[in-house]
């Protein structure tokens, strides 16, 4: 169940009162006051917003890539806000899957190795860890294309990586930043089907960032954020959608 | 009082930070080179970021090589001459002189002197019982070199006629030795290479006589293959030194463990007022102001060379970083820690540095046995000696590149583990 009101106890990821401001001179600015948050895992949310409401900042606080001013983020039962940032690196590296809208693949790195990338991190041997990447390339339906760089790929196909990337690990969640808003309609819908199987048949948690309603509609709920609070919730129409508060 | 207390003070930070930056480069060069085992970012990474950026690349690896180029070559320059001079004596000869003599230009010692020397302990014979020493004169002439017709001195050594017997190293090419009392010379092989006029059968003019040369010798890349030899006497003769007197005697000891033995009985006979050395630490010690002064030299060029290397490295790197901060942000958001980037960084940068230093030693090594010359601030004259790269010296120029490599890769390395994530991957 996805809740804004800050009253869930057993979520999968928990946001309470999270605030970000960032300092410009001698102006403050706050990105996000306040924020409460519960997800549970199989979760899809998707944060929609204008330029600056605070949605890439939510998405790096949650993912650990930044810190709030105040507030905290608890995901599966770990307090990240107070985690050293040799810890936090650990964390990331554990528990998220990150999927970016110029899909932030390594341009030297074959799509194999860079599947592999979060798998060099374990203790996993070479084998195993091929063994990972096929599974993840297949699930995107890319296995016939292991050996081929990022300019060899088109920018669904480039993005499928990402998302094989994400997965292959198998975190605790994925973050997506726009994961379609460099693409056409044509790939935009197939990235959206994949991330949806992913939920429906691999229960993974997906928090979103999108400009695109066509996009937002996919994900069980969109939250909007506007100056920094979650002033909206909508529930999906779908009867797949968990209950909403 | 506080003066000093400053002083101090300036000093001991000095060493501290000099010991902090030999850490740093130490360290960086360890970690660096250890990257492969102690990294989690794939060397590949690396390897085809190199190969992308190619050009930038390039313009590092030919700074850091020239620079590395212009460092051997002149430490092969120094190593050359200080082996020239030090091939020059042999362990197993002892350098009779004047005491407080600093050189045989200003010896000065006496037939009687000499005599005395002979019968020493230590001192060996031939199988007929003439003990083996040459009293010798040194003095220079000017003759004009091959290359520019200028006139340049040349050293020319009166020696007694067992000095092959006592020289062993010393061989003849071609011709024959000089007839004693005669006027005859011999050329060494390298005198005969750098100045006109003295081939076989040429007669050479100084002194106010008509020396013909009878011979060529072979000693071995040594200083003296830059000399004439010829009859002691005579040329003290022509020089107009006093009939007596040689600048120096070379005895052959029975063996170099001799030598002590020889030395305290020359010191503690009171009727000798002569100093003994052992040939091949006299002539290291004649190398030691043109060594100091080419490697002092050359290490200056080295270093200013150095300065711009290191800043071209360090930009190439910056630039790498600046192109890839993207990528970087994402490995940091996958998880890899500054600790990686920092040691793919900086393994990249030495990368580049150990190919620069191999291309540096791979271009300076046609200099090696290329004969130059120069003048010997002791004698005063003319030495030619050869560049002399050795496996040593090579190493040395791959490791001045891998610390240019460090220098210029540690800062953009850390630079770019340091940057924070959520705002690297924001201004991409």
């Not at chain 1, 890319?142 to 790929?153: A, G, K, T, V, Y």
């Not at chain 2, 011709?175 to 081939?199: H, I, S």
């Not at chain 2, 004649?286 to 490697?295: E, Y």
Request: proline share 4%.
């Amino acid at each position: 169940m996805i809740s804004v009101n800050g009253n869930q106890a057993n979520s999968l990821i928990q946001v309470r009162g999270l605030d970000k401001t960032y300092r410009r001179g001698n102006e403050d600015i706050h990105v996000l006051q306040g924020l409460n948050l519960d997800v549970d895992q199989g979760d899809f949310v998707a944060f929609m917003g204008p330029s600056g409401s605070g949605k890439t900042t939510l998405l790096n606080l949650l993912g650990g890539l930044d810190l709030p001013t105040r507030g905290s983020v608890t995901v599966a039962g770990d307090e990240i806000t107070h985690m050293s940032r040799r810890r936090l690196t650990q964390w990331r590296a554990r528990h998220v899957g990150f999927i970016f809208q110029m899909y932030n693949l390594i341009p030297v790195l074959t799509a194999l190795q860079n599947v592999e990338l979060p798998l060099l991190l374990t203790r996993l041997s070479r084998a195993e860890r091929r063994r990972h990447v096929e599974t993840a390339l297949a699930i995107v339906g890319l296995s016939d294309r292991m050996q081929h760089f990022p300019r060899q790929l088109s920018g669904g196909q480039e993005q499928r990586v990402a998302i094989a990337r994400a997965i292959v690990a198998d975190p605790t969640f994925l973050l997506c930043d726009e994961p379609t808003g460099d693409l056409d309609r044509k790939s935009a819908d197939e990235v959206m089907d994949l991330l949806q199987r992913l939920v429906n048949e691999h229960r993974k948690t997906v928090l979103m960032v999108t400009h695109d309603p066509l996009v937002a509609r996919i994900a069980k709920l969109t939250l909007h954020l506007e100056k920094g609070v979650l002033v909206e919730a909508g529930a999906r129409q779908d009867a797949a959608a968990g209950a909403v508060s | 009082m506080l003066l000093k207390l400053l002083f101090g003070l300036g000093l001991a930070l000095a060493a501290a930070a000099a010991l902090l930056l030999l850490l740093l480069i130490v360290g960086g060069i360890l970690a660096g080179l250890l990257a492969p085992f102690l990294g989690a970012v794939p060397v590949s990474y690396n390897f085809r970021s190199l190969r992308v950026r190619w050009a930038s690349t390039l313009v590092a690896i030919l700074g850091i090589a020239g620079t590395v180029g212009v460092f051997v070559a002149m430490l092969s320059l120094a190593h050359g001459f200080h082996a020239t001079l030090v091939a020059s004596g042999s362990p197993g000869n002892a350098l009779v002189m004047r005491a407080g003599s600093t050189s045989e230009m200003m010896g000065g010692i006496t037939l009687d002197s000499i005599r005395i020397v002979q019968d020493k302990p230590g001192v060996a014979h031939t199988p007929a019982g003439a003990p083996l020493v040459t009293q010798e004169v040194v003095g220079v002439i000017p003759i004009p070199l091959i290359r520019t017709g200028t006139d340049t001195n040349v050293q020319v050594r009166g020696v007694s006629a067992n000095v092959l017997q006592i020289r062993k190293f010393v061989q003849l090419a071609q011709g024959r030795m000089f007839t004693p009392g005669l006027d005859e010379v011999v050329v060494g092989k390298n005198a005969l290479q750098t100045y006109r006029g003295l081939a076989l059968g040429d007669t050479l003019h100084f002194g106010g006589v008509r020396w013909k040369v009878v011979g060529i010798f072979n000693a071995g890349g040594s200083a003296f293959d830059s000399e004439i030899w010829c009859d002691a006497r005579i040329l003290s003769q022509v020089l107009q030194r006093p009939p007596d007197i040689f600048q120096s005697a070379t005895v052959h000891l029975t063996s170099p463990a001799a030598f002590q033995r020889f030395k305290d009985a020359i010191t503690s006979d009171p009727r000798l007022n002569l100093e003994v050395e052992r040939e091949v630490d006299y002539y290291a010690n004649q190398s030691s102001t043109m060594t100091r002064l080419i490697t002092v030299l050359g290490g200056l060029v080295a270093l200013i060379m150095a300065v711009g290397a290191v800043f071209g490295a360090l930009n190439t790197m910056m630039a790498a970083i600046s192109e890839r901060g993207r990528e970087i942000a994402t490995l940091r958001a996958l998880g890899f820690s500054s600790w990686n980037v920092v040691l793919s960084f900086l393994f990249e940068s030495l990368l580049i540095a150990f190919i620069a230093g191999l291309l540096g030693c791979l271009a300076v090594l046609p200099l090696n046995g290329w004969t130059t010359s120069t003048m010997n601030m002791q004698s005063f004259s003319n030495v030619a000696f050869a560049f002399q790269i050795t496996f040593g010296l090579l190493s040395l120029g791959v490791a001045f590149a891998l610390v240019m490599g460090v220098l210029g890769g540690l800062l953009p390395a850390v630079r770019a583990a340091r940057r924070p994530v959520a705002l690297a991957l924001r201004e991409l």
